[in-house]
């Protein structure tokens, strides 16, 4: 069983920056999800279990960076120019099997976090 430690969440006004961290087990294809409430689980960022493919949501490149610490088991994501509509939870998630792809679509991974919230105030 893999598990998947998330930290990092918290309020910040617009403009400003957040580090999300997700802890895990191994070494992993993993991603970063995002819900806003009364919506759906989006995707965020990914990265394949070598980091060979980087993915990113248009809503999001060129604000968040994906990356990984030298052990390669705790996953981040870089969050600047924060926007209000960036609010939500967010969730990391890993799959079990190796992908040389970023993979973007939640059904794919096995694992979850626990969420944390991110809110940005306007």
């Known amino acids: 069983q893999v598990q998947l430690v998330e930290s990092g969440g918290g309020l910040v006004q617009a403009g400003g920056s957040l580090r999300l961290s997700c802890a895990a087990s191994?070494?992993?294809?993993m991603g970063w999800f995002r819900q806003a409430p009364g919506k759906g689980r989006d995707f965020v960022a990914a990265?394949?279990?070598?980091?060979?493919?980087?993915n990113y949501a248009d809503s999001v490149k060129g604000r968040f960076t994906i990356s990984r610490d030298n052990a390669k088991t705790t996953l981040y994501l870089q969050m600047n120019s924060l926007k209000p509509g960036d609010t939500a939870v967010y969730y990391c998630?890993?799959?079990?099997?190796?992908?040389?792809?970023?993979?973007?679509?939640?059904?794919?991974?096995?694992?979850w976090g626990q969420g944390t919230q991110v809110t940005v105030s306007s």
């Open positions: 191994g070494r992993y294809a």
């Open positions: 990265g394949s279990t070598t980091d060979v493919e980087i």
């Open positions: 998630a890993a799959r079990r099997r190796y992908s040389d792809r970023a993979l973007v679509v939640a059904e794919m991974y096995d694992y």
